[in-house]
């Protein structure tokens, strides 16, 4: 299948996960997603990530945003795995898991995302079969894939990042703006261009020609 692109809808599936059966737009509901991949369990790397997305649950969901990981080895891999997550994964100390990892083991998710390592011959099963490289998807309440980020296997993800487009993308679908490089929430926005300068004026009192920045007060 083609590979999948931004504006796209995600596609839908049924999965065994950490915490029971779903089906994937059904869990989503009215919610922000973000699905994220990990090569195989008991690896340090992933742990780390785990573990971060565990400590900043509160951050995700004061965004409305539901985190389900995915892992290509089976069900009774993972809970094992989820105890050593909680006692090693983040720097900054233990960790409570409570968002859903999928079990993948045959890589049918991961195929249906095109998240599998096509080049890396090191990053393989017993079997020869690719694991899955670090994928990253973004996708909002009308399940439209919004952000798409692909790691080596050999490097973390950086969920400063991440929630950060989060921010960005939530602000540009209640305002019309767009985020200059390096945005912070809190730094000024640019004025989206379908605004006129002499629109803008009225939006946004303190709009600045040219780049058309202007800050944004928002809750």
């Known amino acids: 299948m083609p590979s999948l692109r931004l504006g796209y809808i995600a596609p839908d599936f049924e999965a ?21 991949s990990h090569p195989a369990d008991f690896t340090p790397v992933c742990t780390t990530e785990l573990g971060e997305v565990a400590r900043r649950t509160e951050d995700f ?18 809970a094992k795995w989820v ?13 409570n898991v409570q968002f859903p990892i999928i079990a993948d083991p045959e890589r049918k998710i991961s195929t249906l995302y095109d998240m599998l390592d096509a080049l890396d011959p090191t990053n393989v099963d017993a079997k020869g079969i690719p694991f899955t490289v670090r994928t990253v998807f973004v996708i909002d309440p009308k399940k439209i894939i919004r952000l ?32 200059p490089v ?26 600045t020609p040219y780049l058309r920045t202007t800050p944004l007060k928002v809750e």
Do not use: M
């Not at 065994?16 to 994220?36: M, N």
């Not at 980020?149 to 019309?176: C, M, W």
């Not at 390096?182 to 946004?204: C, Q, R, Y």
């Open 61 to 78: 969901a004061k965004r409305n945003v539901k985190v389900i990981g995915l892992s290509a080895n089976p069900l009774a891999d993972h």
């Open 182 to 207: 390096n945005w912070k929430k809190g730094d000024d926005v640019i004025v989206h261009p379908s605004v006129s300068n002499e629109e803008a004026k009225t939006l946004f009192p303190e709009f």
């Open 83 to 95: 105890e050593d997550i909680n006692d090693y994964g983040c720097k900054f100390g233990p960790t």
């Open 16 to 36: 065994e996960t950490t915490q029971g059966p779903i089906k994937f737009h059904e869990w989503i509901g009215d919610s922000w997603a973000v699905l994220f």
């Open 148 to 179: 798409t980020l692909s790691y080596p296997a050999s490097t973390g993800r950086n969920f400063d990042e991440i929630i950060r487009v989060v921010d960005s993308l939530q602000l540009g679908d209640k305002h019309r703006i767009t985020t």
